[in-house]
C-alpha cells in the first residue's frame, strides 16, 4: 500500500503537470512545422491555387485586357470542341502518355542494376540524377543540337552508311513527336530510378535469400518477390509520371514550338499561345479547364486502380 502511494505521488503530479506541456509542446511542434512550410504554401496560394481558382469564371468571359470583359457562357467550350487544333493538342498530349510505361519499365531495370554492390555503382548513380536536376530548358537546347541534320546521331549514322541522308529529327512529322517523348523519358530516368531504388532497399533480403536457397532462380526472385514489393512505388511513379506527361510544356516550347505542322502541338502549349499568342485568355482558361478535368480522369483512374488492386504493402 505504501508502495502504491510512493508510485501516485511520484507519477500523479507528473501526469498532471504533464499533460498541458505536452499539449504546449504538440502545438510549438506544429507551429514550427507550419512555419517552415509557410514559404513554399504562399507561394502554392499565390501561382498555383489562386490562378487555377480565377481561371473557373474566366473561362466563361471574353476577357480583355484593356477593354470590356462579356460573359459569353459555354461558348469558349463549344469553340474548343469545334476546333480541329484542340483535338490535335488533345491527341499528342494522349500519346505522351505512353512514355510512362516505357519510363517505368527502364527505371526499374536500372534501378535493379545499380542496387548491385559494385565498384564505382555510387558514380553511375549521380550520373544517371544529373539530367534531373539541370533545366530542361538547357536539356532541350543540347538535344536540339544531337538532333540537328548536322548533328552527332546523324553524322554516326551516315558515317556507318545505316542511312543516306540526314533524319530531320524536329522538322519531320513522322519523329518529332517520337523524339520529344525520348528527351522526356531520358530526363525523368534518373528520377524514377532512385525511387525505385529506395524501394529495393526496403525489400527484406531474408525473403530474397530464403527464395534462392530453396530452389528459385533470380529472374523468379525478382518477378515473385521483388517486383510484388515494389508495388506501392510503381503506383505512385506511375501516377507522378502520367501527370507530368499530360502537362508537358517545356521541351515542346524549347525544341519545336508545336510544330512542325502541329505534330508536337500539345495542350499546355495551345492554351499557352491562345493567352499570349492572340490574347485570347477566356477560351485558353475554358481549353485549360477541359484539359484538367481529362487530368482528373486519368489521376483517378489510375489511383482507383491501384487500390483495387493492392498498390499498398500487405495486399
Not at 469545334?82 to 531495370?109: G, H, R, T, Y
Not at 524536329?170 to 530516368?189: C, K, N, P
Request: with cysteine; net charge neutral.
Amino acid at each position: 500500500m505504501t508502495g502504491a502511494v510512493a508510485t501516485l505521488e511520484e507519477d500523479g503530479p507528473g501526469d498532471m503537470s504533464g499533460t498541458p506541456k505536452k499539449t504546449s509542446k504538440k502545438m510549438r511542434t506544429s507551429l514550427m512545422a507550419y512555419a517552415f512550410m509557410a514559404p513554399a504554401l504562399i507561394v502554392l496560394v499565390l501561382f498555383v491555387f489562386y490562378p487555377i481558382i480565377y481561371s473557373i469564371p474566366l473561362a466563361f468571359t471574353d476577357y480583355s485586357a484593356i477593354g470590356d470583359t462579356s460573359f459569353v457562357g459555354l461558348d469558349n467550350f463549344k469553340r474548343a470542341f469545334n476546333d480541329s487544333e484542340f483535338w490535335i493538342a488533345m491527341k499528342n498530349s494522349a500519346i505522351f502518355v505512353a512514355c510512362v510505361p516505357v519510363l517505368q519499365i527502364l527505371s526499374i531495370l536500372l534501378a535493379v542494376v545499380v542496387n548491385t554492390k559494385l565498384r564505382g555503382v555510387t558514380f553511375f548513380r549521380v550520373l544517371f540524377y544529373i539530367p534531373v536536376v539541370t533545366s530542361m530548358i538547357a536539356i532541350s537546347i543540347i538535344w536540339s543540337f544531337i538532333f540537328n541534320p548536322d548533328g552527332i546521331i546523324n553524322s554516326l549514322l551516315l558515317q556507318y552508311g545505316w542511312i543516306k541522308q540526314p533524319i530531320y529529327f524536329l522538322a519531320d512529322t513522322r519523329y518529332a513527336l517520337a523524339s520529344l517523348m525520348f528527351v522526356t523519358i531520358w530526363q525523368g530516368l534518373g528520377y524514377y530510378m532512385m525511387l525505385y531504388l529506395a524501394g529495393l532497399q526496403s525489400v527484406p533480403e531474408e525473403m530474397q535469400e530464403a527464395a534462392l536457397i530453396d530452389g528459385a532462380g533470380k529472374v523468379t526472385v525478382f518477378f515473385r518477390i521483388t517486383l510484388p514489393m515494389l508495388k506501392p512505388y510503381i503506383w505512385f511513379c506511375s501516377l507522378f509520371s502520367v501527370l507530368s506527361a499530360l502537362g508537358v510544356f517545356d521541351v515542346v516550347f524549347a525544341m519545336t514550338k508545336g510544330g512542325p505542322d502541329k505534330a508536337t502541338m500539345v495542350m499546355n502549349l495551345y492554351t499557352y499561345n491562345k493567352a499570349f499568342g492572340t490574347f485570347e485568355f477566356g477560351y485558353s482558361a475554358a481549353a485549360g479547364l477541359i484539359m484538367s478535368v481529362v487530368t482528373t480522369v486519368f489521376s483517378l483512374t489510375i489511383f482507383f486502380y491501384g487500390k483495387k488492386g493492392g498498390m499498398s504493402y500487405g495486399e
